[in-house]
């Protein structure tokens, strides 16, 4: 069984930086792609970024200001969100795709102040 903890998360102006982390225990092997999503009141869940094998995609949005990071012996995904911005307000997941199934993080609230 996999489960995903998520760290990190919380307020900061815009401008801000904040960081995410999410360790996944249970079988998980280096090709399985992971990622963040974020969702925000109203709208439906959008992809932020996902790596996969060393292959890493950004949503437009975000491209430029956030980086997405890994370290496989840890099985532990990162997000580093730079230059916020109150757009960027959203509960943010954690994904873990493994080609057979997907699972969730709990989610962590990031919002960001005007």
């Known amino acids: 069984q996999v489960q995903l903890v998520e760290s990190g998360g919380g307020l900061v102006q815009a401008g801000g930086s904040l960081g995410l982390s999410c360790a996944a225990s249970?079988?998980?092997?280096?090709?399985?792609?992971m990622g963040w999503y974020r969702q925000a009141p109203g709208k439906e869940r959008e992809l932020v970024a996902v790596t996969s094998d060393g292959r890493i995609n950004y949503a437009a949005s975000v491209k430029g200001r956030f980086t997405i990071s890994r370290d496989n012996l840890k099985n532990t995904v990162y997000l580093q969100m730079n230059s916020l911005k109150p757009e960027d307000t959203a509960v943010y997941y954690c994904?873990?795709?493994?080609?057979?199934?997907?699972?969730w993080g709990q989610g962590t609230q990031v919002t960001v102040s005007s």
């Open positions: 994904n873990l795709n493994t080609g057979l199934r997907t699972y």
């Open positions: 249970g079988s998980i092997f280096n090709f399985n792609a």
